[in-house]
């Protein structure tokens, strides 16, 4: 089932980027991420009033406050600065290998931040992934032309933005359910970007049917599917195995870019992907090795 989960989480994770280089070509970056979450925060919270007050009856206000926080860094600081970058023209795969920097930050991190063991075969691992998404992203990057160079550092702040909601999760004394966390989350970023898309003019869509159709694609698959799925992996597998699976988000955009956007798959995009996939066995040997995953270990 982990297996199934962590290969559903990789494809709907990656298709984010793909969304958002769909939804960009017709519409800002702050008109696309209003849409996305305005109607999807309405829905959920339509859901949550219909099951009633059960699943949030253990958390504090306290609690729904750390939630709202994890969500305004996950959702809106992580999402708007990679759809920002892509529309400033930073490709999908430069912004996936970037977004691909966070699991060394989150292993180096995971020691001292939550005292959770990581060992050097993990370590082997994680290097090894970093190689591969290098591979697969350099000479993209190389070939884009027009881009200032600070542009490259808004997705990398977004991966920061991402790394600091995940360790707020795993310190969270009072763990929520996935579909608690995220209608909080949702509602908080429905809130955020209908606010800062209001003040800024760009709230009115555009009314091809490729925006709706990119819309609807965020929705389910890198909502639902990749967000969903990446705290549920999270608390079944911990910090450093689930973002090991981050390594493979640039493998999958480049080839599905080449599907549907036809960029260039090369050998070394090939030699990259066969190098993550090395990465993510290597990191799952060692777990099995031991004998217990971090999601066994008692959250602080």
């Not at 958390?59 to 305004?72: E, N």
């Not at 800024?200 to 967000?227: E, N």
Request: charged share 10%; aromatic share 8%; proline share 4%.
């Amino acid at each position: 089932m982990n297996v199934l989960l962590s290969a559903a989480f990789v494809v709907c994770r990656s298709s984010g980027f793909v969304g958002a280089k769909l939804g960009t070509q017709d519409a800002g970056a702050m008109t696309l991420l209003m849409w996305r979450f305005l109607p999807l925060a309405a829905v959920l919270t339509a859901v949550a009033v219909r099951r009633g007050r059960t699943p949030w009856r253990a958390l504090a206000p306290s609690d729904l406050a750390r939630q709202a926080l994890i969500g305004l860094l996950s959702q809106s600081g992580y999402l708007l600065t990679v759809y920002y970058a892509i529309q400033l023209g930073v490709s999908s795969g430069t912004t996936a290998l970037i977004d691909g920097t966070q699991p060394l930050v989150a292993g180096a991190l995971a020691g001292p931040l939550l005292r959770e063991y990581v060992s050097a075969r993990q370590w082997l691992g994680l290097c090894l992934g970093l190689a591969g998404v290098a591979l697969v992203t350099t000479a993209d990057a190389a070939a884009t032309t027009g881009v200032a160079w600070w542009t490259y550092l808004v997705p990398f702040a977004g991966m920061l933005s991402l790394v600091a909601a995940t360790f707020l999760d795993r310190r969270s004394r009072t763990p929520a359910t996935p579909a608690v966390s995220m209608t909080v989350h949702c509602a908080t970023s429905a809130v955020v970007f209908t606010t800062a898309a209001v003040a800024t003019g760009t709230a009115t869509p555009p009314t091809t049917g490729s925006f709706w159709l990119a819309t609807l694609w965020l929705v389910t698959l890198s909502t639902f599917g990749g967000y969903g799925l990446y705290w549920l992996v999270l608390q079944r597998s911990g910090v450093t195995e689930v973002n090991t699976l981050m390594f493979l988000m640039a493998p999958v955009t480049a080839v599905w870019g080449a599907l549907m956007f036809d960029e260039p798959f090369t050998t070394q995009t090939a030699v990259g992907l066969a190098i993550a996939l090395t990465a993510v066995v290597v990191v799952r040997g060692a777990n099995s090795r031991t004998g217990q995953t971090e999601a066994a270990r008692p959250r602080r």
